[in-house]
């Protein structure tokens, strides 16, 4: 008997329908064959779950099929990898076997879920793109573990129905093949979990004492999605001020909530949660590899870059990242997106991301301070030299961090800064003017306009471009650097309410370029 059940494989962070047919004949008599084959270029994971299922089905109070089980994967020349095929798998099996009805397919049903040998169906990942993919192709109703129930309810269009082991999947599929109300009812998410869990940050800005150049800079690169460097001595707030940055970015839309979420997924780094409402901040070690940092593997998984879409990437200490790994950071920072090539397949994912990095200005990290250097010229160099010049181009703020002097630490005669609020709504209106500037030309932020958009956004008045050219020829700066100019320039005058750039715009955004000035000559 042939029976035809339907799941999903994820590819990047999107899903592909697949189609399972089960097989049950009669083996031949003296025919040595394994009791079930499968088929369609499946993985260990795939093939191991032939075990798996067996179990399942015998301690679930099934009878398991004397006959041969085949079973077919479609489309067969795509690779099939994971364990939450185990559930439609045993599905089939049960179908095939007459134990869910005398149907010959699910109809408008699909499952994912692996299977534990007593039976109980557990967690998988990519939960969220399945079911994009089910409502996608027409899918009604979608069985999937009870941790991945609410993930992947965010897509209302589609019935989500949490199990917990096969024998209440099987129930469940009875119910819905029969028409009539269903023994558990599918999970529908209210308002407020569509809408994200916004929890109350746990640090905001105004904790942190003096550096008011430097929170000035990380508000302009909040404004206009700027990369940005801060260089300081140890102890001076760099950290601190990294790990404030998700306090005053803006909060995230419905899509971009769904794209994170889709990302975090793919990577099983989700859990029971939902909707993911707050932008991500990754901060990976310095030891991090190549493929941990930009994504990698025989099927490409996100890598760090990835997983901090539409959030924060932070640099601890950037000279001791591996000069190589620090390298294939220039091209999604150009591009905003990864791509993976592989023999068999090519994927990209998604890396809008905010750089924010920090160094110490020499290998003892005291040049510049009120303690003495220890570091010779040659050391200076060989370690601000682990940073390739291409690499720099494209920060497009460098910010110089000093110890805090006594009296602002303790707060003496000291008003505490702006709260994260304050700013975050100094930053929304800035955004705001973005949007409305870039209507209908695919950009949201002044650091991704194209050449073009800064001929026609940027124009500068006689002053200011005599500043700048003295800026260039002074400093030697590139091409690339003039542009980085010309769109923190356009971010500060945003942020300051002006439709033209001024001198003092242009002054402050050729100030965020210390690193430019010769800062260790």
């Known amino acids: 008997m042939l029976f035809l059940t339907q799941s999903a494989a994820v590819y990047g962070i999107d899903a592909l329908v697949v189609d399972i047919e089960v097989n049950l004949r009669q083996s031949a008599e003296g025919e040595q064959t394994p009791p079930i084959t499968i088929v369609g270029l499946p993985d260990t994971a795939v093939r191991e779950s032939r075990e798996r299922i067996r179990a399942a089905i015998s301690n679930s ?199 994170i979420t889709k990302i975090h997924s793919v990577a099983g780094l989700t859990g029971k949660s939902g909707l993911i409402a707050e932008r991500p901040f990754k901060s990976p070690h310095h030891t991090v590899s190549q493929a941990g940092l930009i994504g990698g593997g025989s099927i490409p998984k996100p890598g760090e870059v990835s997983l901090a879409h539409l959030g924060v990437l932070f640099l601890d200490e950037l000279p001791e990242f591996d000069r190589s790994v620090l390298e294939v950071l220039r091209q999604p920072m ?91 709504e100094r930053i929304i209106k800035a955004r705001e003017i973005q949007l409305a500037r870039f209507n209908g030309e695919g950009v949201f932020s002044n650091s991704a306009m194209s050449s073009a958009q800064i001929r026609k956004f940027c124009a500068l008045d006689a002053q200011s471009e005599a500043l700048l050219e003295k800026a260039m020829t002074r400093q030697g700066l590139s091409a690339r650097a003039h542009d980085r100019i010309l769109k923190v320039s356009r971010t500060i005058a945003d942020l300051a309410g002006s439709e033209r750039i001024d001198q003092t715009h242009i002054s402050e955004a050729i100030n965020y370029r210390s690193l430019d000035r010769n800062y260790w000559t």
């Open 61 to 259: 109070s099934f009878f398991f099929p004397i006959q041969k089980v085949t079973v077919n994967l479609a489309p067969a020349d795509v690779r099939k990898e994971g364990a939450s095929f185990d559930l439609p798998m045993a599905l089939g099996i049960l179908g095939a076997n007459g134990d869910l009805g005398n149907g010959e397919s699910l109809t408008n049903t699909m499952s994912i879920g692996e299977l534990s040998l007593d039976g109980r169906v557990r967690a998988v990942r990519g939960a969220l793109s399945i079911a994009l993919a089910a409502r996608d192709n027409g899918v009604k109703n979608l069985l999937v573990p009870e941790e991945n129930a609410k993930e992947a309810a965010v897509v209302q269009e589609v019935n989500v129905f949490p199990v917990r082991d096969l024998r209440e999947a099987s129930l469940l599929v009875q119910d819905l093949e029969a028409g009539g109300p269903t023994r558990i009812p599918p999970l529908k998410l209210t308002a407020a979990d569509l809408n994200g869990n916004h929890s109350d940050y746990r640090v905001c800005f105004s904790e942190v004492r003096g550096q008011q150049t430097a929170k000035r800079a990380l508000e302009v690169a909040s404004a206009g999605g700027h990369n940005i460097l801060f260089v300081g001595p140890p102890g001076s707030g760099k950290t601190m001020l990294a790990k404030r940055l998700p306090t005053i970015l803006p909060p995230l839309e419905f899509d971009e909530a769904l794209e």
């Open 334 to 424: 150009e591009d905003k997106q990864v791509t993976i090539s592989r023999a068999a397949s090519s994927l990209t994912f998604p890396a809008n991301f905010t750089l924010v990095a920090s160094m110490n200005p020499c290998p003892c990290g005291y040049f510049g301070s009120t303690r003495k250097c220890k570091c010779s010229g040659v050391q200076i160099e060989r370690y601000v030299g682990k940073i390739s010049g291409p690499l720099m181009d494209r920060i497009d703020i460098h910010i110089d961090v000093p110890a805090v002097k006594f009296n602002e630490l303790r707060g003496n005669g000291t008003p505490l800064g702006d709260s994260s609020a304050v700013i975050r």
